[in-house]
């Protein structure tokens, strides 16, 4: 039905193709204006792709449009509104939103052709929208319009609307695009204007132009995608990706000098430039005028290759010859490759030349013309069958050209790839070409044998019998325990056995190479001594075959495959990873196999192997290390047994720590046998650290073995055994002490016997019942021993109460109970002590102090006392008796001698005459010869520090710390003492240390006294200290070489610097005065005010303000600032030098105020220099510079004043009358000064004349501001050009100004090393431009004949630009010349004639001239065999006539020449002269190739020399 539903009206097939002239137009009620897309009148729909709608069919949009009104109007009213009768069915199916009557949709066919509402709809279903544009060209417009969606999704989620951004209601669409379009042909005609005007000069480059364009494009590409018009919309990564494009070309064009484009594009620009200016210059009248004649034309203008046309070949064949395998290679295929195709894959491969990847290719050799069928024989390896096949599709075979003779005509040599996919044996058998000719075979070649591939693999046994836990997991890799004897491998090697074997099958014998990888170490697996498993099955059919077929059998036999296997046995008593790895693998054919290569990557990376699945040619088994156990050594060094203790202070228990290796989980076996009892138990680990076993009752724990994750091991037989320790017991007895003159029993001697493990601790509590209120006393007993005895013997008197309590060792810390005590009745005795309650007890005194020691006795008085006094080794004893009084002093009196005293109390005895030797009862006293001494450690001119600075005055302290030292101020009348206290330094060791004490003021101190417990002494050298303030800086000018301002009165006026002029080198400068500590920092500030300033002097109104710093050494001058006329007042601010860091402000003042101060304020006055400049004006007063100079310079470029002379009219040759006659016209130059000079002036003008040195014209008395330059007629009499410039100007007050250097007055010409004189007044005279034939031009030929394709150049004498006239074959053109030679192309044959020269700067000076008029002829031609490429084969001795044909002006000569087929060699070569007829035969009978390589007639030649 072609799409058509079957109640679709007539009309809606056959329509008006989409942008036919013969659409209609619809028209739009006027005034009626076009909803917003989105709004109420124009409700917004969503867009659906018309492919995922569920309706089973479907009709166009233009069909529905029908069925929708119903009927067609042949004529509708003018300005009548059309609608459909049916909305709803055509919105909901075709996402088409409707307007009301007169809207504009964008279907709108009036605003543009159909095409343009296909790209503003952007709706998928364009094929409706094309049908209904159709339906609308057959029928009149409906009453309601329909409108595409507006909107479309886009990559990323973007909505796009479908429109321009501009409403076709404003700028219909095809007016937008001819806009955009016109924009942009003008941005490219600029952008070639700019690129152009910037290539003329080499090397040049413009940053302006590059930013303007990269502006300009980015804006371009920018509203291009903003603007969204139809056709030219482009999408937001096209537009960036086109502004980059755009910024590589400016880069390229405006800003690199060697550019990607110079280098690769101009060749190809060139061409196309060469190409496109000879298709304008083709144009009749237009084209020269257009083009001119232009050098890139000139430089690639080539001749025609026709004059020069036909070549005639000559070829002989020789017989085609054929041979299979001709370098007797051998084949093999892939069978597992081969069962891998589909089944249709040998048929495909005949009839379209494909062949698979299982397939071989059997190259068979072809020399001679291309064959059109191949027959070879096949004989299969198993049945011995040969059958013949033939190959008539040659075409569909691969084919690779070896050699191409072109002089055979078609002959090549080729190797033709046959295509095999089965094992057996191949011969050559026939091969024919188009003809029927049968090829020639090489004799006696053998066949070519194709075999199986060698494969292998590896797999492990199915019926591995092993006990070492061998897993194979579900990635092909196994594992293994480790073995720890050799039993497994005497057993395998004796049986056979083995975990892995190798599967090969191939043509054998096969080679194959095993790699084993242990841990790293790579190394080789033998398989010599290893014989093979054969897995090949007995034939059954061979009873059933002939002797001839048996025979054949036998006879390819040795060609078949055959599958063996090798069992590859291990010891594995090393752990860790075992990587086998079948690499390579070769058959008796040589064919070898590199297994690794069949993954991409091999299985070793270095010495690891991959990770991943096993492979068919590698296999991993990983053997584990079997765990081991045993004590930490931790425990093992622990002192054994091990004790239990219920005491809370030791352990009731034991972690007993273990090592363990291998990997997790663990579960360790052990036994405990504690007597009879023996128990065993286990206990898993998760983690070998902090892995222990808890022991809580006695006994031997003994470790039977150990099982990880993989492997169960053996375990350390060492024992640990714990023990229940026992708890202390004591047994305690006494013995009285007895002393008869103390009166009895003075105390007792306990003694102890200890069970238990030592040290021992024993608590007891001694309490006096003479005191039953008192607390008892605890006392500890610690001993080592088992057995143990003390004294007990306290002073006093009464009956003594022991009890013991509690007992410790080692193994209860906390103790055990016990109980036991003693009672012993105890006399007192008597004791002496040093008493400390009633004071401190010095332990240093001084030679000749009287010293005292204080004592408490105790016992039945009187009392007598021993003691003694240890000095030096010396021990001197004194005894005191009669002592009634518990507490004595005893006086020790005064020692003599310095050092350490020892006082030790020896014996005391009381009244009953019982005495008691006293033990450690002593004090040391230290006795010191002197105090301290002090002194000063002032420089010998004092202290000096800054003023509002304290100082501290160093003194030098030896003696006991903390020292007091007392000090005054020479001359204080108040008599006031200062005192300060030294105190030790940190970390300071020795007795004297180096202090400082507070001065304050300025002044002399002196020391008084210094003591720490003695009084100490004052050195007399260094008992005087002085202080002194420095004085601050000052810094003033010193006026003995300045003046006052006479403006100002002699009291208040402000001293000045002699005056400067502007420019000149300042021979004075400001003396500075200064006071204090150098180097000196000076801050001062410069007030400047203009020459031109009307209020000069006055601080508010000074031209700049600046603030200086200036670092003095020494008395220094201050330089004044220079350059600028104008006044200068110089202000002191501040100084500062090496003391005084802080800037010390200074007292602005233009005279000595005090005396301590001098003058800080002065002025310095800088006048103008005389300025002025050189001006040119006309004979009648006009002005021909109206440019000015900036002041202080003159003109650097200044304009060129030129006048044109007819040759012969200048003084240099020798026409004085003509040369006098222009001089009136010739304009006057003046000197013009500044009024801020003082007449009279002087100036010195340098002048340059046209050849020649220059010359210094010195201008006297110049009287008032202008004045009039005459030049000598010597200077300005010479064609050419010279310069006047101003070299130095004065002006009465003697100030100069230096407009050149000096050294460079001289030096301003070309032939002295400048290449241009700076500044000043250029005048040249012009002298009329000549032109003569260039030497090595056709042009200077007498005969004045040339050929098409000479090069006529002419050298033009004159200025480097000129206006040249000309005529070619009666055309006259006029070009304009930059270059001193002009050339041009005689590319026709006629007449040319060079007519006249002008200067473009001066167009009135010409030369003419009547003897450049040139003939150009054509250049000859000849034709080979008629002008064409005659190939022609022959048999051996025949004859060919070649004919040459000429064309030219005779007499002619001509060169040919027979050449190889290939044209690498030139056989013979012959020359014909002064042929007077147009024609010419060549008899040939020899094989090559025949061609004119030189032709020449009277006038001309091709090709040129």
């Keep these: 039905m072609n799409g058509r539903q079957a109640g679709a009206p007539v009309g809606s097939q056959g329509l008006t193709p989409v942008g036919s002239p013969n659409r209609i137009k619809r028209r739009t009620a006027p005034g009626l204006g076009s909803p917003r897309f989105g709004s109420p009148q124009f409700p917004r729909t969503d867009a659906q792709n018309p492919e995922s709608s569920a309706e089973p069919t479907r009709s166009t949009f233009a069909e529905r449009i029908y069925q929708s009104t119903g009927r067609l109007r042949a004529h509708p009213e003018p300005g009548s509104s059309f609608g459909l009768a049916s909305q709803t069915p055509i919105a909901q199916n075709n996402n088409f939103n409707m307007h009301s009557p007169g809207q504009l949709s964008q279907l709108d066919l009036g605003a543009g052709s159909s095409a343009d509402v296909l790209a503003s709809t952007g709706s998928p279903a364009k094929s409706g929208v094309a049908s209904a544009a159709a339906a609308l060209r057959r029928a009149p417009p409906p009453p309601v319009t329909m409108s595409a969606p507006a909107v479309k999704p886009v990559k990323g989620g973007a909505v796009q609307a479908s429109s321009s951004a501009i409403p076709a209601t404003v700028i219909d669409l095809p007016s937008q695009r001819m806009y955009a379009l016109a924009v942009l042909g003008l941005l490219v005609a600029w952008k070639l204007y700019d690129a152009i005007s910037l290539s003329v000069d080499v090397g040049r480059t413009s940053f302006y132009l590059f930013v303007k364009w990269c502006l300009l494009d980015s804006a371009m590409w920018y509203g291009a995608w903003f603007l969204r018009i139809p056709r030219l919309s482009i999408l937001s990564h096209t537009m960036y990706a086109l502004i980059a494009l755009s910024v590589f070309i400016n880069l390229n064009l405006f800003y690199l000098t060697m550019s990607v484009l110079t280098l690769a594009v101009k060749p190809v620009a060139v061409s196309l430039a060469t190409g496109w200016l000879r298709s304008v210059k083709s144009i009749p009248w237009l084209g020269p005028r257009l083009v001119g004649d232009n050098d890139l034309l000139i430089d690639s203008f080539e001749l025609d290759e026709a004059h020069i046309l036909g070549r005639h070949t000559i070829h002989i064949l020789p017989h085609s010859l054929t041979h299979m395998n001709p370098q007797g290679r051998s084949f093999c295929i892939d069978e597992a490759q081969l069962r891998a195709e589909p089944w249709y894959q040998k048929y495909a491969s005949g009839l379209f030349g494909h062949s698979g990847q299982s397939q071989t290719l059997i190259p068979i050799l072809i020399n001679g013309t291309h064959p059109d069928s191949i027959s070879y024989a096949y004989t299969s390896f198993e049945t011995g069958q040969r059958q013949l096949r033939t190959i008539k599709n040659t075409g569909a075979l691969q084919m690779e050209t070896n050699a191409v003779y072109p002089t055979l005509g078609n002959w090549v040599m080729a190797t033709y790839y046959l295509p095999v996919s089965e094992v057996g044996a191949y011969e050559i058998f026939s091969v024919k070409d188009r003809k029927g000719l049968e090829f020639r075979t090489a004799t006696q070649a053998p066949p070519t044998i194709v075999v199986t591939c060698p494969q292998a693999q590896l797999q492990w046994l199915d019926n591995a019998q092993t006990g070492d836990n061998f897993v194979v997991g579900s990635d092909g890799h196994a594992s293994i325990c480790q073995r720890v004897d050799q039993d497994h491998l005497v057993e395998s090697r004796s049986t056979g056995d083995g975990l892995l074997q190798v599967v090969v ?197 003994h470790l039977l073995d150990v099982d990880d994750k993989f492997c169960g091991g053996q375990a350390s037989r060492t024992n640990i055994t714990l023990v229940q320790a026992p708890k202390p017991a004591a047994n305690v007895s006494s013995t009285p002490i007895t002393a008869h003159e103390c009166g009895g029993e003075i105390g007792a001697l306990v003694e102890l016997e200890l069970t238990g493990r030592p040290p021992f601790a024993v608590h007891y509590r001694e309490r006096n019942l003479r005191f039953p209120n008192s607390r008892p006393i605890t006392r500890i007993v610690r001993t080592q021993q088992r057995r143990h005895s003390f004294k007990v013997m306290p002073d006093m008197a009464g009956t003594y109460e022991l009890e013991f309590f509690r007992l410790e060792d080692d193994n209860y810390p906390s103790g055990q109970p016990m109980s036991a005590t003693i009672e012993q009745a105890i006399h007192a005795q008597p004791s002496a002590k040093i008493d400390t309650l ?174 720490d417990i003695c009084a100490g002494t004052i050195d007399a050298q260094r008992a005087r200290c002085s202080v002194h303030v420095e004085a601050k800086p000052s810094a003033w000018f010193v006026t003995d070489s300045l003046r006052r301002d006479s403006t100002d009165a002699h009291d208040t006026g402000i001293w000045r610097l002699h005056e400067s002029c502007e420019g000149a080198a300042l021979q004075s400068a400001f003396e500075l005065g200064l006071s204090g500590s150098g180097p000196w920092k000076i801050d001062y500030r410069v007030d400047y005010w203009a020459a031109g300033n009307a209020r000069s002097g006055v601080p508010s109104f000074t031209d700049r303000t600046i603030t200086h710093s200036l670092v003095v050494l020494q008395t220094s001058t201050l330089k004044p600032e220079c350059c600028e006329p104008g006044l200068y007042r110089y202000t002191l601010l501040s100084v500062r030098d090496e003391r005084y860091q802080k800037p010390q402000m200074l007292l602005a003042a233009h005279e000595a105020v005090v005396a301590e101060a001098g003058v800080t304020v002065v002025e310095h006055l800088i006048t103008k220099s005389p300025l002025a400049e050189l001006r040119a004006y006309s004979p009648d007063g006009t002005p021909l510079d109206t440019s000015s100079s900036s002041r202080g310079s003159f003109r650097r470029q200044p304009r060129s004043i030129k006048h044109c002379l007819a040759p012969g009219q200048s003084k240099s040759d020798g026409d004085a009358q003509t040369w006098a006659k222009l001089h009136k016209y010739l304009p006057v130059f003046r000197i013009e000064f500044e009024p801020s000079g003082k007449a009279p002036f002087q100036a010195w003008v340098e002048v340059f004349p046209a050849s020649g040195p220059s010359e210094v014209v010195h201008l006297e008395d110049i009287a008032g501001y202008s004045q009039p330059i005459t030049l000598p007629d010597h200077v300005a009499s010479q064609i050419g050009r010279y310069h006047m410039r101003l070299v130095r100007t004065r002006d009465a007050r003697g100030c100069e100004h230096q407009f050149v250097d000096p050294s460079e007055v001289g030096l301003g010409r070309a032939d002295h090393g400048s290449a241009a004189i700076a500044g000043g007044i250029e005048i040249e005279y012009i002298e009329a431009p000549n032109a003569r034939p260039a030497s090595a031009s056709p042009a200077a030929n007498p005969s004045r004949n040339v050929c098409v394709g000479d090069v006529l150049a002419f050298e033009l004498r004159g200025l480097n630009s000129w206006n040249v006239d000309y005529s070619y074959n009666s055309a006259r053109r006029s070009t304009s010349v930059t270059k001193r030679l002009f050339r041009r192309i005689a590319d026709v044959p006629g007449n040319f004639t060079l007519e006249r020269v002008c200067h473009r700067a001066a167009n009135e000076c010409c030369s003419e001239f009547d003897d450049l008029s040139y003939a150009v002829h054509d250049i000859p031609r000849v034709l080979v065999s008629g002008g064409k490429d005659v190939y022609q084969d022959i048999l051996e001795g025949d004859m060919v006539d070649i004919r040459l044909d000429l064309v030219g002006a005779p007499p002619f000569t001509f060169t040919w020449q027979r050449r190889s087929i290939d044209g690498a060699k030139v056989l013979e070569s012959h020359t014909v002269k002064d042929l007077d007829v147009f024609s010419y035969t060549i008899s040939a009978a020899s094989e090559g190739t025949f061609e004119v390589t030189f032709v020449q007639d009277r006038y001309c030649q091709y090709p040129k020399a």
Aim: proline share 5%.
């Design 838 to 1011: 009633n004071g401190r007890i010095s332990s240093r005194a001084c030679m000749g102090e009287e010293l005292e020691l204080p004592v408490r006795l105790k016992g039945q008085g009187p009392w007598e006392l021993v003691y003694n006094i240890v000095y030096e080794n010396r021990r001197t004893s004194k005894t005191v008796s009669g002592i009634t009084d518990e507490s004595y002093t005893i006086a020790l009196g005064a020692f003599d001698n310095a050092g350490e005293y020892t006082i030790e109390l020896a014996q005391v005895k009381d009244g009953n005459q019982c005495a008691r030797d006293l033990i450690d009862v002593s004090t040391v006293v230290t006795v010191r010869e002197g105090g301290p001494r002090v002194g000063f450690q002032c420089p010998d001119n004092g202290i000096h520090v800054l003023d509002g600075e304290q100082a501290q005055m160093p003194i030098n302290v030896a003696g006991e710390f903390p020292v007091e030292v007392q000090y005054h101020k020479v001359g204080d009348t108040s008599g006031h003492v200062h005192t300060a206290t030294i105190r030790r330094k940190p970390q300071q060791q020795s007795s004297s240390q180096l202090a400082s004490v507070i001065a304050y003021g300025p002044g002399e101190y002196e020391l008084l006294a210094a003591s």
């Design 505 to 701: 099958e191939g043509y054998e014998p096969i080679e194959m190479t095993v790699v084993r990888l242990v841990n790293g170490h790579r190394e080789v697996i033998s398989l010599d001594g290893i014989l093979p498993q054969s897995m090949e099955a007995q034939p059954t059919h061979i009873e059933t075959l002939n002797a001839t077929q048996i025979a054949a059998i036998e006879k390819w036999s040795r060609f078949k495959t055959r599958k063996s296997a090798y069992t590859l046995s291990d010891t594995f008593l090393r752990p860790g990873e075992y990587v086998y790895k079948l690499e390579s693998i070769r058959d008796a054919a040589n064919h070898s196999v590199v297994m690794s290569g069949l993954s991409g990557k091999g299985i070793f990376d270095g010495n690891k192997a991959a990770e991943g699945k096993a492979t068919s040619y590698m296999a991993r088994i990983q053997v584990h290390r079997r765990p081991s156990a045993g004590w930490a050594d931790a425990l093992l060094n622990a002192e054994l047994p091990l004790r239990l203790s219920d005491d809370r202070a030791r352990k009731s228990d034991y972690a007993l720590p273990l090592t363990l290796s291998g990997t997790g989980p663990w579960t360790v076996n052990y036994i405990i046998a504690n007597g009879d009892e023996i128990t065993q138990e286990s206990k898993t680990f998760s983690k070998a650290t902090d892995s222990t076993i808890d022991a809580r009752r006695p006994g031997t724990y």
